[in-house]
């Protein structure tokens, strides 16, 4: 069931995400001047504001970075609200170092370890005797959030680590220091920085779409069932060619 | 209109004009406080006072700010350390001994650097000051207490050297001439009689110029590196109350307690420039010259 008065206006009600939200926003933008008659707004709040819009019925596409729990589900349910899980994007973060370290290569457990403060110097991965310096992000960010969930596991960053607000930031500050790690979404390497290796797997977008790669996660667009008027139009926009494109220009993976 | 009734309008319009910076002010401190005091109901005012741990998006989150209001503090001091005796001694020389054209050039060349924007002087810290100190030290971060206590210095510099100038301007001539009549030199007159009568003003000035760096927030931001761990040499990162809340409160929710923790750390700053006004209150007030040298 759609909600009837959101779709006879041609308008579509986007909310959740706030890692989604720049595609959201471009795929939006494109689609309207492609076609006048569709009215897109777009909020964000998280994920999980998200799907609890679409529950509630006062959204018609939740983006969400992660996919339904089975509580929501539950609700959902109770609600007579079926989620439709849309996946659109792989959000894949790639640890990055000065290009002049000779590691090119760890694990999940090492990166962990250094990011909670644990593991100090970088000859106690194989590289030479210098002292770790850890860039992390702002809280906010869903870089972040893709971090804390793939590599930390719910451990805490150490209070050591540094803050930068956006990954440009983190490339430029990398770029120019020898003792420096960082992590970035993988639309953001360049050749200013020295992308590692996680578990001996390169991140690329093969990987990535594969799942091999083990920083990676799917992001999501979840309808009330299968979609039509406007919304489906939305959601085939985002999967067709020019929605993939805008998924890359934005710094994630296409999903195929 | 009686000529009477035309002052006592005019005189209350100027008393209006006046009151709306009080009220400005008054409204501020009621809405800094009424949003902050919610986390007092999560945490004691002890625990996050001087709590070390600052994470406030964990589940369950925490709320020390001891690492930030030591940040604060910190980078407060090292600029402070650097700033007063530049500015204090270009006002000397300005007020005392630079001729009228060299003068002329100086006090406002130093004035404007009051207008260099903060973020420009961040935006030097990071991409100028940062490489030059990890290239030229081999340190692990360019983006630390001692590039932050710089730029704050720069910006301290100008409220010091030109309000000690004033002191220092105010001095009166009879002083001086007292001085000279009893076969002092220049240097002395300066060190034993000009300056200890400026004494105040320029106590006024220093504190004001810390007051400006401990709420700075760009510089802080950009170039503090971040860090909530407390500092253990001056070439860590920190991260100083205004930075917390200018990085954190755009994601925080809406009256949750991430939200009141970081109006909690603006009242404890409040508190903290507040108090620099008052010192610097009260040392004008109670060391005020008073007296003077004419017959």
């Known amino acids: 069931m759609m909600s009837g008065t959101a779709l006879s206006q041609g308008r579509v009600v986007i909310k959740g995400s706030t890692t989604v939200l720049p595609v959201a926003q471009a795929a939006a933008e494109a689609l309207m001047k492609k076609d006048p008659q569709v009215q897109v707004s777009i909020s964000g709040g998280g994920s999980g504001d998200g799907i609890k819009a679409l529950i509630d019925r006062i959204t018609d596409i939740a983006t969400s970075s992660r996919d339904i729990k089975p509580e929501e589900s539950a609700l959902a349910k109770s609600h007579g609200v079926k989620p439709l899980a849309h996946k659109v994007a792989i959000d894949a973060i790639v640890p990055i170092v000065h290009p002049g370290n000779p590691v090119s290569n760890l694990s999940v457990e090492q990166l962990s370890l250094i990011y909670q403060g644990k593991i100090r110097n970088w000859n106690e991965v194989g590289g030479e005797n210098r002292k770790i310096v850890m860039i992390s992000r702002d809280t906010s960010s869903g870089t972040y959030e893709s971090w804390q969930e793939k590599i930390l596991h719910g451990a805490k960053v150490s209070p050591r680590s540094q803050l930068q607000v956006s990954s440009g930031a983190i490339v430029q500050l990398i770029s120019r220091n020898r003792f420096a790690i960082g992590y970035i979404g993988i639309g953001y390497v360049n050749k200013s920085v020295k992308a590692l290796k996680v578990n001996g797997i390169e991140a690329t977008a093969e990987n990535a779409q594969s799942g091999k790669y083990p920083v990676a996660r799917p992001l999501f667009m979840f309808t009330d069932g299968q979609p039509g008027g406007p919304v489906a139009s939305f959601i085939k926009f985002m999967l067709g060619r020019e929605g993939q494109k805008i998924v890359a220009r934005e710094g994630f993976v296409p999903i195929k | ?295």
């Open chain 2, 1 to 295: 209109m009686s000529r009477k009734l035309k002052e006592i309008i005019i005189k209350n319009i100027f008393f209006l004009t006046a009151l709306v910076s009080v009220a400005v002010l008054g409204l501020i401190m009621v809405f800094i406080f009424r949003e902050a005091v919610p986390i007092f109901r999560v945490v004691s005012v002890f625990d996050f006072l001087f709590g070390t741990q600052w994470y406030p998006t964990y589940k369950p989150p925490e709320f020390g700010i001891l690492p930030l209001i030591f940040g604060s503090l910190i980078v407060t001091f090292f600029s402070t350390l650097i700033a007063v005796p530049i500015g204090v001694l270009s006002a000397i020389y300005i007020s005392e001994l630079a001729r009228p054209w060299i003068k002329e050039i100086f006090k406002p060349v130093i004035e404007l650097l009051a207008g260099i924007p903060s973020v420009v002087l961040g935006f030097f810290g990071l991409v100028i000051i940062a490489p030059w100190l990890q290239d030229t030290f081999d340190m692990p971060t360019g983006l630390n207490i001692i590039n932050c206590s710089m730029m704050l210095a720069l910006m301290a510099v100008p409220t010091i050297a030109s309000i000690s100038e004033d002191a220092l301007y105010a001095v009166p001539r009879e002083f001086k001439e007292a001085s000279y009549a009893l076969g002092a030199t220049k240097a002395e007159t300066i060190i034993r009689v000009v300056v200890p009568a400026a004494v105040s003003g320029i106590s006024t000035a220093v504190i004001l110029g810390m007051a400006r760096a401990i709420g700075e927030t760009m510089v802080v931001l950009m170039i503090g590196g971040g860090a909530t761990a407390i500092p253990e040499g001056i070439f860590d990162s920190v991260r100083p109350m205004p930075a917390s809340i200018a990085a954190e409160m755009g994601e925080a929710p809406f009256r949750g307690l991430h939200y009141h923790a970081l109006f909690a750390t603006g009242a404890v700053l409040f508190m903290l420039t507040l108090a620099f006004n008052l010192v610097a209150d009260y040392i004008s007030h109670r060391f005020r010259q008073v007296g003077s040298g004419t017959l």
